[in-house]
């Protein structure tokens, strides 16, 4: 059964309310970044105090993917994805509170907690609703939520800071999780007991061969070859997005002197065309699949190809003017986003659906440990060589090494043997 006969869409709302959640996260996790400079002169916080306020809510962020999964696994994402909504929500609510650098770095600490959890949930759901051959898609779709949120959160933050104050920015992007929390306890349920779907739609989600229902104890996750495929990526080509997060703006400054007030257009630039790349590297395999490829060929083709389109972004640093760097920049943007729609779906390619959030949590884990040393050997660098080159050239390559480490331990992208 194709997708076009599937009789429903009922999955791409499911879909859409998981792009509205990775919105809001990335929406949350924003504010104090671009807060930073009206709370150091309010709160008079100094650099080092600011340094660790952000490890906070790093630590917490690696730490909670690994209880975020295995959570998430045991009550199932209906319940599992609300208190992990809940959670960041009140946390980024909590910071309209603080008063002292201890009161931020408790508020992000917990907020890097319960963001940790959205991931794991929502690529479980992926795995609930979605077939293999139309999860990278679905992936690519909601992760471009996290650009969407990065995009939204510089036009509303500073109108809402200078109309009512700092404190109503956090409540104000905290608040956007209400609806989103009613409709999700109201709406969802798993394909097989919700209302609305239509049988049709029911066996097309239904048509992988069937799986297990017993979870995979974590001890025993951990001794399957599988596993350690997508926290190696992870690991490899998550620092490489957070030092466009977070170093761009420092970039743009330093190679071509532009001011925070001409800073808005090339940053929204690159992340429309993330979420462009989020959408089109998850569709790429579904059509290579339908050309005849199989799901493996299918994933790793649209993987190479994203990894081939990061490799420019090495001569970024050597461009003579901002808006062909910006052109580099989003091309390269675009090409992770794409590769990691693809990775995102490996979990769910390889382990059953019970152990997918865990699977994830483990992954994400590893990509917050390799951002975390990024981060602080991309300041000892800059801090030594005033130069962005070396950073950009590891940038161009990292794609190459984490697809050939993934082909060297999953050729075939083959499910693990399920647990009796």
Known sequence: MNANSAGGRLRWSICA???????????????????????????????????????????????????????????????????????????????????????????RFFL????????????????????????????????????????????????????????YAFLAASAVSLPWLFIWLTFYHKPSE?????????????????????????????????????????????PVWWFYLYWLPKFFDARYHVSLLQLGLPLVIV?????????????????????????AKARFSAMLLCACLAVPVLFANRLPSL?????????????????????FTIPSDLFPKKAVASVVGIGGTAGSVGGVLFSIVTGWILQATHSYTLLFSVAAGTYLVALLLLFLIVPKLTPIAEPA
């Open 323 to 343: 808006w062909s760097a910006v052109a580099l920049l989003s091309v390269a943007a675009a090409a992770h986003q794409g590769f990691s729609a693809n990775l």
């Open 194 to 238: 919700h209302p609305r779907l239509t049988p049709a739609e029911l066996n097309f989600i239904q048509s992988d061969p069937i799986e297990s229902a017993h979870s995979i104890p974590l001890g025993r996750l951990l001794r399957y070859r599988q596993l350690w495929a997508f926290p190696v990526a992870k690991f490899l080509t998550d």
């Open 271 to 295: 992340y429309n065309a993330s979420a462009l790349g989020s959408i089109g590297g998850g569709w790429l395999p579904g059509l290579l699949h339908r050309r005849g490829f199989s799901m």
């Open 112 to 167: 890097g907690l319960g963001e940790s959890g959205n991931f794991p949930a929502a690529l479980k759901t992926i795995a609930e609703w979605f077939p293999r051959s139309e999860r990278s898609l679905a992936a690519g779709i909601f992760n471009s939520g996290a650009n969407f949120g990065a995009i939204l959160a510089p036009l509303l933050i500073p109108f809402i800071t200078m109309r009512f104050g700092w404190p």
């Open 17 to 107: 309310m998981l792009f509205y959640a990775t919105t809001v996260n990335y929406m949350d996790r924003q504010v104090l970044g671009i807060l930073s400079p009206t709370l150091q002169h309010s709160i008079g916080w100094t650099e080092v105090q600011y340094g660790y306020i952000i490890a906070a809510f790093q630590i917490a962020y690696a730490a909670g993917l690994l209880v975020a999964g295995r959570v998430i696994d045991r009550v199932g994402t209906r319940v599992g994805y609300a208190i992990v909504m809940a959670v960041w929500s009140l946390a980024a609510a909590s910071h309209a509170l603080a008063r002292t650098p201890l009161g931020f770095g408790i508020a």
